[in-house]
């Protein structure tokens, strides 16, 4: 299968959470930026509760209870990269993006109703839905490298998504920023959530580094089976 080069890259506390409000008081939080730049993935994504910060008007208000009930893809925009946000059922509103070189890219399942699609394509924001009851990631990222001419990206999402990316099997290396900081709180998101089996997934450590504030950046690559 042809896919990109998926790094999964988070900041966390020493405990692994991942909260945005609290890792955003972490000293090294103006690493998390600059090593992301250093892994030249322009393209990234991100889930639809890290989107939401992003919404223009709202909810989307579905004109009918039709579903797309088949696997499509349309390129509104090509680009060298993609802000690539995951929405299963396709609910975001989105301004008109066709003079960004950063667009958006709405991946989603077959769920979608054909209006919203409609509206995507009047936006010009470029989409694909694949998976008949939840989003194919395998078939999404097949999608995007063979269609898209995505080649590398970066999963920047929350617990749900990296799990779903990890069980999966798709990412290829792992990159950490571990601020100088413990949350501890009970119940907050982890760097990765969702998965069941309790074996865990082998890695192998790439690269190690430092900063002055006391942040470490760890790479690791995962171990296929």
Not at 31 to 60: C, H, M, N
Not at 63 to 83: I, T
Not at 84 to 100: H, Y
């Amino acid at each position: 299968m042809s896919k990109p080069y998926i790094i999964c890259h988070m900041m966390t506390s020493v405990d692994g959470r991942i909260d945005c409000g609290m890792t955003a008081q972490l000293t090294g939080e103006p690493e998390y930026y600059t090593t992301l730049d250093q892994l030249a993935a322009p393209t990234r994504i991100s889930g639809k509760v890290t989107a939401a910060t992003e919404l223009t008007d709202g909810t989307f208000t579905q004109a009918d209870g039709q579903q797309l009930g088949h696997e499509a893809f349309k390129q509104n925009v090509a680009a060298p990269s993609y802000n690539i946000v995951m929405d299963t059922k396709g609910t975001l509103e989105w301004a008109t993006e066709s003079s960004t070189n950063f667009p958006h890219l709405i991946i989603m399942s077959e769920q979608v109703s054909p209006a919203y699609l409609t509206y995507l394509n009047q936006q010009e924001i470029s989409w694909i839905a694949t998976g008949k009851d939840q989003i194919d990631l395998a078939r999404a990222m097949e999608i995007l490298h063979d269609e898209f001419d995505v080649k590398r990206l970066a999963v920047v999402g929350g617990g749900r998504i990296n799990g779903a990316f990890l069980n999966a099997g798709l990412i290829d290396e792992l990159s950490i920023l571990i601020g100088s900081g413990a949350d501890g709180r009970t119940g907050q998101p982890a760097l990765f959530d969702g998965r069941t089996s309790n074996h865990p997934v082998p890695l192998k450590l790439k690269d190690v580094q430092t900063f002055d504030d006391g942040a470490v950046w760890l790479r690791y690559t995962t171990i296929k089976n």
